[in-house]
């Protein structure tokens, strides 16, 4: 199984309200990450965590707040986004997070519109 | 720091024809990955190819192969036998060695395929 599933996979919030991004991948990766892209561009870094640790944060603003509760696990809880925090949020795994040769394997995405 | 270049925004290959998109990059490395990652419409990413920059043999991956050049940063994807499941946008990505270094995406390139 060389699946990461994302859910929702659509989601309209409004500026006050509270929601969280779940994704989940069972091939036994110790390494999750949380992309944002927007349309046309290339995914952008938010976070990593390997072995359950936050390893890296591109200095997100704290409206957006991972969670990793196992190794299977990664969510992203959303509050008090933006109108520009609008965008394609991707997950995926690796095996590790530490070999710059692994493969990252990606989510289909949560599609998130902020009114 | 470094930077991945994909300089067109947008390419078109006949079915059956092959089509090369090109990518340069910038680094000071000299351990690093290279990946072509393929991300058709509403579809999840995934990785088409990937070239060790310690190894001079170029990557290929059945109809899928890279023009490594190191001295000249270039690494361009060459797909033979283009198919219709080809149209997608295409990221070119670097990824030096080391632990906790992240993957940096060129801007991408729109690839569709004529029948």
């Known amino acids: 199984d060389t699946e990461v599933t994302q859910t929702p996979k659509h989601l309209v919030m409004g500026m006050t309200n509270k929601k969280s991004l779940k994704c989940e991948q069972h091939?036994?990766?110790?390494?999750m990450y949380w992309y944002k892209q927007k349309a046309k561009k290339p995914p952008e870094l938010m976070f990593v965590?390997?072995?359950?640790?936050?390893?890296i944060n591109e200095s997100v603003p704290s409206r957006f707040s991972p969670e990793c509760p196992n190794s299977s696990l990664l969510n992203l809880h959303l509050h008090a986004l933006q109108p520009e925090d609008s965008a394609l949020y991707l997950c995926?795994?690796?095996?590790?997070?530490?070999?710059?040769?692994?493969?990252?394997?990606f989510g289909p995405g949560t599609r998130l519109l902020v009114l | 720091a470094q930077t991945v270049t994909q300089s067109q925004p947008e390419m078109s290959v006949q079915e059956a024809e092959t089509v090369t998109l090109s990518c340069t990059y910038d680094?000071?490395?000299?351990?690093?990955?290279l990946f072509w990652y393929k991300q058709p419409p509403s579809r999840q990413m995934i990785l088409v190819i990937r070239?060790?920059?310690?190894?001079?043999q170029n990557a290929t991956e059945n109809r899928f192969s890279v023009n490594f050049q190191k001295a000249a940063k270039s690494f361009s994807l060459k797909i033979s036998d283009s198919q219709l499941g080809d149209a997608a946008m295409y990221f070119c990505?670097?990824?030096?060695?080391?632990?906790?270094?992240?993957?940096?995406f060129g801007k991408g390139i729109t690839l569709s395929v004529r029948p």
């Open positions: 995926a795994s690796s095996q590790t997070g530490h070999l710059p040769g692994e493969t990252q394997y």
């Open positions: 091939m036994g990766h110790r390494a």
């Open positions: 965590y390997s072995y359950e640790k936050l390893s």
């Open positions: 680094t000071s490395e000299s351990d690093y990955y």
């Open positions: 070239q060790e920059a310690y190894k001079q």
């Open positions: 990505a670097y990824r030096r060695g080391g632990a906790n270094s992240k993957l940096t």
